[in-house]
């Protein structure tokens, strides 16, 4: 008996040694260790992801040199970046940070590899990046003085924050913390790495080595280009409607109003030209033409804009010209309308700018600021002169080209053109708020046709505001309903698995599957009404249920053949819950079957 122990002794002594030295070498990403904020970092942490694209990233005790430290292996696609300096990136946090801390040892600045180059449409030019495959080391200096005496279990914690890109769109700011333990008595004989680095004479891309007298000339006809842009078209009927109806009133005050116009133009770009004072002062950073692109609110507020416009462009709604115009361009109300439409007419510009505009527009970010702010100005001249040329010479007036059908023609080809420019627009937005705003798009538009379709010159005030006050009411509906960014899944859902499904009820599991389609309108009022509450995504997580996501949108997707042949089930939304020891499951078709559904999973037994 005493060999018997004295053997099983030893073998559960060689366990625990072998377990302790593995738990100390963790040689990659597919290292194991414990899971949480606040556990040991062996497996790769999913930093960033857009559909196919994605970036995770893990900890390895390294040597760099002679140096100890910890290495941060950084994988994923080429395609997802993110941005090597704080002088192109599109915000001071943008930048890649890695900073290291511990209770037990001191560290020194990240060491960053080279930086790769990718060029940014919206900007224009070239920027530098990291992305795919990359390390970054983070050196220990000195043991802390605070420390205690066994290093053989040290924690360090590792925090990654930066904006992650793709060629198409820019992912939400994260901050994420990733840790892992070392044995400090092991350190010479950590994985040695070796990478060439980026140092400080390492310069951003070069911007445009032009002159400034070149550079300023590209700004003036950079401003020149936008009155051609596709976008400005809808609004230049009204503008040349006001420039005629301003000559009427003398060349003086024709001048004055066009000046007025003019100054609206101006006042776009001397915000823009602000905010980038205020940013390159105040938070180090520069404003970037595209910046705005990177917003998800301002692309999918200008793709309504555009369609709306385009609405306009096909007659469903017109413009009138005000009082102020007609019969009262004298007034204040006249000039503060020329400048709330040159305002427009550049806001209007921004989606449809040509790469020249961007150039010009990148060179001014690289100068001083007073050249620099002087620079934006002379965009927002160029766009204003043709305007401030016909205001004082009404007699350029009589060259325009005279009204008929040809430009009715013309008006209505725009607006398929602006309807392009829109859907280019929404394509860029995330892909969980397309949809949600090409819904809104279109009772937009159902909108807009009621506020004007509906109202003639004879009908009567109180149903003109009536047809008026519910389309608003419905626009505002719809906005609430399809505009506000998709809620995060309470449920943690999983793809369809018939033997998933087999294995849970074999082992006694409660199963729950959501039959869907993305055709379906009402399981997308299903998916709102019953699986996003707070109380039915406890119940799962309580009776360990197993979540199925059965996508049936194609008629080949096994669940959709699961669906007919299986269950006999003419459609969708259908709910399947499997209760163990009942013979047939409980199917749920209607809609609003929250109150049912919870009862059921109140009477599971409890697992957690």
């Given at each position: 008996m005493r060999k018997k122990a004295a053997a099983i002794f030893c073998v559960v002594?060689?366990?625990?040694?072998?377990?302790?030295?593995?738990?100390?070498?963790?040689?990659?990403?597919?290292?194991?260790?414990?899971?949480?904020?606040?556990?040991?970092?062996?497996?790769?942490?999913?930093?960033?992801?857009?559909?196919?694209?994605?970036?995770?990233?893990?900890?390895?005790?390294?040597?760099?040199?002679?140096?100890?430290?910890?290495?941060?292996?950084?994988?994923?696609?080429?395609?997802?970046?993110?941005?090597?300096?704080?002088?192109?990136?599109?915000?001071?946090?943008?930048?890649?940070?890695?900073?290291?801390?511990?209770?037990?040892?001191?560290?020194?600045?990240?060491?960053?590899?080279?930086?790769?180059?990718?060029?940014?449409?919206?900007?224009?030019?070239?920027?530098?990046v990291y992305a795919g495959h990359f390390t970054v080391f983070v050196p220990i200096t000195a043991v802390s003085a605070k420390t205690k005496v066994d290093l053989s279990q040290a924690d360090v914690d590792v925090k990654i924050s930066?904006?992650?890109?793709?060629?198409?769109?820019?992912?939400?700011?994260?901050?994420?913390?990733?840790?892992?333990?070392?044995?400090?008595g092991q350190r010479d004989s950590w994985k040695q790495i070796s990478f060439e680095t980026a140092s400080d004479t390492d310069h951003p891309a070069a911007g445009p080595g032009y002159s400034a007298w070149f550079a300023l000339g590209l700004a003036l006809l950079a401003g020149l280009s936008l009155n051609i842009m596709p976008c400005v078209w809808p609004v230049l009927p009204l503008i040349v409607m006001r420039i005629v109806e301003?000559?009427?009133?003398?060349?003086?005050?024709?001048?004055?109003?066009?000046?007025?116009?003019?100054?609206?133009?101006?006042?776009?770009?001397?915000?823009?030209?602000?905010?980038?004072?205020?940013?390159?002062?105040?938070?180090?950073?520069?404003?970037?033409?595209?910046?705005?692109?990177?917003?998800?609110?301002?692309?999918?507020?200008?793709?309504?804009l555009l369609v709306v416009l385009a609405l306009f462009m096909f007659g469903l709604f017109t413009v009138t010209v005000p009082s102020s115009i007609a019969g009262k361009s004298g007034s204040g109300k006249g000039y503060s309308g020329a400048v709330g439409m040159g305002l427009l007419a550049a806001v209007l510009s921004t989606p449809c700018s040509f790469a020249i505009l961007a150039a010009a527009f990148a060179w001014a970010q690289l100068q001083p600021l007073p050249l620099g702010t002087f620079a934006i100005m002379v965009i927002g001249i160029g766009m204003a002169a043709p305007y401030a040329i016909l205001t004082s010479m009404p007699a350029l007036l009589n060259r325009l080209p005279k009204a008929g059908r040809w430009m009715e023609l013309f008006k209505q080809a725009v607006g398929f053109l602006l309807l392009i420019i829109a859907v280019k627009l929404i394509a860029a937005l995330p892909e969980v708020r397309r949809i949600s705003v090409l819904y809104f798009a279109v009772v937009l538009a159902f909108c807009v046709w009621m506020w004007s379709g509906w109202i003639t010159y004879n009908t009567k005030t109180s149903r003109k505001w009536f047809a008026r006050i519910i389309a608003v009411v419905l626009a505002v509906i719809a906005g609430w309903a399809f505009l506000p960014a998709p809620a995060e899944e309470l449920i943690q859902w999983q793809k369809y698995d018939a033997a998933a499904i087999e294995t849970a009820n074999a082992e006694a599991r409660p199963v729950l599957i959501k039959f869907t389609a993305d055709w379906c309108w009402n399981c997308g009022v299903v998916e709102?009404?019953?699986?996003?509450?707070?109380?039915?995504?406890?119940?799962?997580?309580?009776?360990?249920?197993?979540?199925?996501?059965a996508d049936t949108t194609e008629k080949n997707h096994p669940a959709a053949i699961a669906l007919k042949n299986k269950y006999k089930e003419p459609g969708v939304p259908v709910t399947i819950l499997h209760i163990p020891g009942e013979k047939e499951p409980v199917r749920l078709r209607q809609i609003f079957f929250t109150k049912k559904l919870k009862q059921i999973l109140e009477k599971l037994p409890s697992e957690k």
């Open positions: 002594l060689i366990f625990v040694v072998a377990g302790r030295a593995c738990a100390q070498i963790p040689d990659g990403p597919n290292s194991t260790g414990p899971a949480g904020s606040t556990d040991v970092v062996r497996a790769a942490v999913e930093l960033a992801r857009h559909e196919n694209e994605y970036s995770s990233a893990f900890l390895v005790p390294a040597r760099m040199d002679a140096r100890p430290g910890v290495a941060v292996i950084f994988e994923g696609t080429d395609d997802l970046h993110y941005y090597a300096k704080a002088e192109t990136a599109p915000a001071a946090m943008s930048k890649l940070k890695v900073e290291a801390e511990s209770a037990d040892f001191d560290f020194g600045e990240a060491i960053f590899p080279k930086w790769s180059t990718f060029f940014d449409g919206a900007l224009g030019k070239n920027i530098e930066a904006q992650a890109c793709t060629d198409v769109l820019c992912l939400l700011p994260f901050e994420k913390t990733l840790r892992t333990r070392i044995n400090w301003q000559a009427r009133q003398g060349r003086k005050q024709s001048a004055a109003l066009g000046l007025a116009f003019c100054l609206g133009i101006l006042l776009f770009f001397a915000c823009l030209a602000g905010a980038n004072i205020i940013l390159q002062l105040f938070y180090g950073t520069v404003l970037q033409w595209g910046d705005q692109f990177r917003s998800p609110p301002f692309v999918a507020g200008m793709a309504l709102k009404v019953v699986y996003r509450r707070k109380d039915i995504a406890g119940l799962i997580e309580q009776k360990n249920v197993l979540a199925i996501k």
